[in-house]
C-alpha cells in the first residue's frame, strides 16, 4: 500500500505508518538513524549546484525526514523542522519571524520559558513584547498595531488552563497582517489541528506525548504552505538541528501515542471529575470537564483531552502547597509531563501580568500517568489530607 493512502484510514494506523516505507529499506520496520555530518557527492557539478537530496547533516537525513513526514501527515503541513527540545520549537519561528521594530502578542498565560526568551531575548534585540489575556477572543483585534508581525496562542492555558477562541483569534490577526502560532503541546495534533483552525505554525514540545517516557527533549515545528519556506529559512540559518538519536525515540514514541493519548484520557477525566467531589478542592482547571469556563470552546474545536490539568486548593498558600506535594508517594515531584509517569508541581503565577486569577487556593498541576486510576486517586487523598491538616 501507498504511503499516501494511510492518511485516509485511522488514527491509530497513521501513527503506526506514517513517516516510514519499509520497502525503502530493504523491508526493515524501522528507518535507520542516520548520524551524519558529512555528505559525498558523486561529482563536482553535483556539489557546486548541491543538486541531490541530502547535502549536509543540519539540513536534513533520512531519520529527521522520516520524523518530520509523519508529522506533516498529522498536522495537514507543508513541512516540519526538527530541533533540539521544546523551547527551541518556540524561539526558532519568533526569530525567523520578528525583526527590530515589530510587535508580538503572547497569551498572558503562556509556558514560563516563553515569556522569559521574550521579555530577554526579543526585547534585547528590539521586539515589542505585549500579553494578553487567554479569553480576549476577537478582541484581540483592539490590541493589534501596526507592527504586529507574530500573535503567539498557547490553548489551553499553561498550568492554569483556560480556553482561547483560536478561530476569532487567528481570523482577527490575519486581518491585521500578523503570523499566528500556537503551542499545541497539550493537545497534540491527535485532539486539535491548529492549521485546520486558522494557525499558521504549529508548536510541540515533542518531549510530552511523542516521546513518551521522559527521556528524550525534542520539539517539532510545522507550518503552512505561505509560512514554511521562511520557517525553513529561519532552521537552516540557526543551525539549531536535532540528534539522530533522539529523533528515532520521538519516532518510535509516536507509534503508541495514539493508544497512550487514550489512557491519560480516560485516567485524567476519572480523576479530575472524582477530585470535583473531594474536601479541600475548590475547582478543577479541566477543559474537558461541563463545570469549566471553557468547555463549550473545547467542545467545539477539540476532539479529545490530554493527562494534564490543575486542582485549585480550598484555601492556604505554600505551606498547604507544600504539605500535599510531600505527602505523595506515587507523583513524582517534577516538571515536564506526558510521561508513562504521574507528576505533581506546584504553580506559580508570580510571572503574569493580566490573568493572575484570582484563585481560592494554591494550585497543583497535575500530569496524570499510566499507573493504575485507584491508586492514584489514593495517593491524591493523601495529598489533600495533609494540607487539611
Known sequence: M?????????????????????????????PPVVHASTVLFPDAATMAGRSQKYTYGTRATPTTDALAEAIDALEGSAGTIIVPSGLAAVTIPLLAFLSAGDHVLIVDSVYFPTRNFANTMLARLGVEVEYYVPHVGAGIAALMKPNTKVVFTESP?????????????????HAGGA????????????????????????????TKYPAGHSDVLLGTVSANAECWPKLHEGFITLGCCAGPDDVYQVLRGLRTMGVRLERHQESALDI???????????????????????????????????????????????????????????????????????LAVHVSLADRTVAKGPYEGPIIRLQIGLENVEDLKADIARGLAAAAV
Open 179 to 206: 503570523v499566528v502560532m500556537m503551542d499545541n503541546t497539550w493537545a497534540t495534533p491527535l485532539y486539535f489541528k491548529p492549521l485546520d483552525h486558522g494557525v499558521d505554525i504549529s508548536i510541540h514540545a515533542a
Open 272 to 342: 479530575a471529575r472524582w477530585l470535583e467531589t473531594q474536601a479541600g478542592v475548590a475547582r478543577v482547571l479541566h477543559p474537558a470537564l461541563e463545570s469549566h469556563p471553557g468547555y463549550a470552546l473545547w467542545k467545539r474545536d477539540f476532539c479529545g483531552s490530554s493527562g494534564i490539568f490543575s486542582v485549585v486548593l480550598a484555601g492556604g498558600g505554600v505551606k498547604q502547597a507544600h504539605a500535599f506535594l510531600d505527602a505523595l508517594r506515587i507523583f513524582g515531584l517534577g516538571y515536564s509531563w506526558g510521561g508513562y509517569e504521574s
Open 157 to 173: 492555558a499553561s498550568n492554569t488552563f483556560e480556553m482561547q477562541d483560536i478561530p476569532a483569534i487567528a481570523k482577527a490577526a
Open 2 to 30: 501507498a504511503r499516501r493512502d494511510f492518511g485516509k484510514m485511522g488514527i491509530n494506523t497513521q501513527l503506526a505508518h506514517a513517516g516510514n516505507d519499509p520497502r525503502d529499506y530493504f523491508g526493515f520496520v524501522n
